[in-house]
């Protein structure tokens, strides 16, 4: 792809195309001493009519002087000023004397003619990963992730990983993997000191990020997350998104057993019912597992306290 400037090219520019007549090198004027139609020289690319024919002499042509050029072959007075690359573009030629810049887009932008402009490239969502990287000319191609495999980021670049393993002697999958979060494993002598919540902990980063919330309900949210202490998420109004993910994940790291039990809640409390749905859904899941595998009613006995 490229993309050449757009220039108003004079109709005293006129193509020198291949097979047609010779005539187009030359064009008609008028001697102003005598006042005869002259038949003069056309100037070639990268020059410009300098002095025009008359009866005696021939045409004068000049070459363009730097940051101007001439395409065709022309009889004006004067070059035509090179272009200047747009929003979000490169030089991908210079400009020279027989022909203008050419451009393409910015590393990370391809161009899309619907709009004639250069648009950054899409990045995949969590669950999916990069089939064919962006280039200048097209945008990114994703895909879904690969069974056995995750994506917990969003990333114009990344490809999913595999799920990681819990064959290992002594380890149960407590929670399958799936395309947006990895396995979860446990032994059941961690099961014994672990509530089941403990074990949800290691998805919510990537639910939150799976889950693409709008800024304001991650701002409330946020508000509602409670801290052992009692205290406030301070600050949370100018917040944004990136920002946001980083505090829900710090309260994350310190939270309680018995306040990850309360997310699914106030998820729901704060309007984003269907992800406290599928949150809770984890978790039951997580506790039925640890139960079953290990044989312990610890998590079950947690989950039904916390109703």
């Known amino acids: 792809m490229l993309m050449l400037i757009s220039l108003f090219v004079p109709v005293l520019l006129l193509p020198l195309v291949q097979g047609e007549p010779g005539s187009l090198l030359t064009f008609r004027d008028t001697d ?22 008359t009866e005696t002499h021939k045409s004068e042509c000049s070459p363009c002087p730097k940051g101007s050029f001439t395409e065709l072959w022309n009889y004006i007075g004067k070059c035509l000023r090179c272009g200047v690359c747009g929003h979000n573009q490169v030089v991908k030629t210079e400009c020279m004397a027989d022909s203008d810049c050419q451009c393409e887009c910015s590393e990370g932008y391809y161009y899309k003619r619907k709009y004639d402009a250069c648009l950054s490239h899409s990045a995949c969502p969590s669950g999916h990963e990069v089939l064919t990287q962006g280039t200048a000319d097209e945008d990114t191609v994703c895909r879904v992730c690969p069974n056995g495999t995750f994506s917990d980021t969003v990333s114009s670049l990344k490809n999913c990983t595999a799920h990681k393993s ?21 032994t059941c002598d961690q099961s014994a000191s672990k509530d089941g919540a403990d074990y949800l902990k290691e998805i919510i980063p990537s639910f939150f990020i799976h889950q693409k919330m709008m800024v304001r309900r991650l701002r409330h ?8 202490d009692g205290r406030k998420h301070e600050g949370v109004s100018g917040m944004y998104t990136s920002e946001l993910h980083q505090r829900i994940n710090a309260w994350v790291a310190t939270a309680t057993a018995q306040h990850i039990r309360q997310l699914p ?12 749905e599928r949150l809770q859904h984890k978790l ?11 044989g312990l009613n610890g998590g079950a006995d947690a989950a039904r306290g916390s109703e």
């Open 284 to 294: 039951h899941r997580i506790d039925s597992h640890v139960a079953e595998l290990c």
């Open 265 to 276: 809640a106030i998820l729901t409390k704060t309007g984003a019912i269907s992800a406290g």
């Open 32 to 53: 102003p001493i005598t006042g005869s139609t002259v038949e003069c020289d056309r100037c070639p690319p990268g020059y410009y009519l300098r002095a025009g024919c």
């Open 166 to 186: 819990c064959s290992a002697p002594g380890l149960h999958e407590v929670l399958r993997g799936c395309t947006w979060h990895d396995s979860v494993c446990m």
């Open 221 to 228: 949210i946020l508000r509602k997350l409670p801290f052992e």
